[in-house]
């Protein structure tokens, strides 16, 4: 039976966390240089209030591309004003440019992707992208790697991914939620948001996940909820259930 397979892209089919923490790891390079000698200003501290802040501009404002150089700039003005070390012009100015320098990094895919989608795609099923994020920023990363080839028109970038969002893009498309899928790495924005609306849902594990993604699920599901940690097993686990 055709399914409808929603997929999210970043840390689902494509590689983004792991660029995240080699710019994170550069930015507590440069703030443990500066504040040597100042006791509060440690590795770990730096790590947590950068985190903090970040979480904290996202859960109220979603993906914006800003938020995450100006959590690296907030956390340069904290540690200067805990520690009293003098602010510097251009080492804000280096710290924004270090953190915007994480949307140029290569398109990656995960392993098996396209396979993973050819054979969904050739087993007659539908499939659709649904991702959050800044409209050029996702775009840029679709069309690196002709994403449209298997998804078409069919692609959904949200700035703010949560149950409303996903709500609202069911509710205007020609979903069957007896047949519909969400498949990503995220409880928070993929699974309970799937989940809540009534649809399957397929979790997929990742090596490191961010904090800001792991919530404790506390939706009954209505359909399957699995969890997998390898894209080549989708394809099976779909047919599976479907075959019963």
Known sequence: MK?????????TLIHCNKYFYLVI?????????????????TPQAIR??????????????????????????????YFSHLTGRKRSKSEESFLWKLGLSVYEQETEPYPNMEQTLFALADAGHELHLYTGG??????????????ERYFDSRIYIRRLK????????????EFDRGRTWM?????????????????HAIHMRAQTEWEY???????EPKGAFLTLDHL?????????????
Not at 3 to 11: G, S, T
Not at 134 to 147: A, N, P, S, T
Not at 162 to 173: F, P, Q, R, V
Not at 232 to 244: F, L, S, T
């Open 3 to 11: 399914q409808q397979i929603m997929f999210d892209l970043d840390d």
């Open 25 to 41: 790891d550069q930015f507590i390079d440069a703030m443990t240089t500066w504040f040597a000698g100042f006791p509060l200003a």
């Open 48 to 77: 947590d209030k950068q985190m903090e802040i970040d979480i904290a501009c996202v859960a109220s404002f979603g993906f914006k591309s800003e938020h995450f150089p100006q959590s690296f700039v907030d956390t340069y003005a």
């Open 134 to 147: 800044e409209l050029l920023i996702q775009r840029r990363k679709i069309e690196r790697l002709q994403l």
């Open 162 to 173: 949560n149950n409303d969002a996903l709500e609202s893009i069911l509710s205007t498309g």
């Open 183 to 199: 498949i990503g790495n995220s409880i928070r924005t993929d699974v309970v948001p799937a989940l809540t609306a009534g649809i």
């Open 213 to 219: 993604n792991v919530i404790e699920i506390e939706v």
């Open 232 to 244: 080549k097993d989708v394809p099976e686990a779909i047919h599976q259930y479907v075959k019963g």
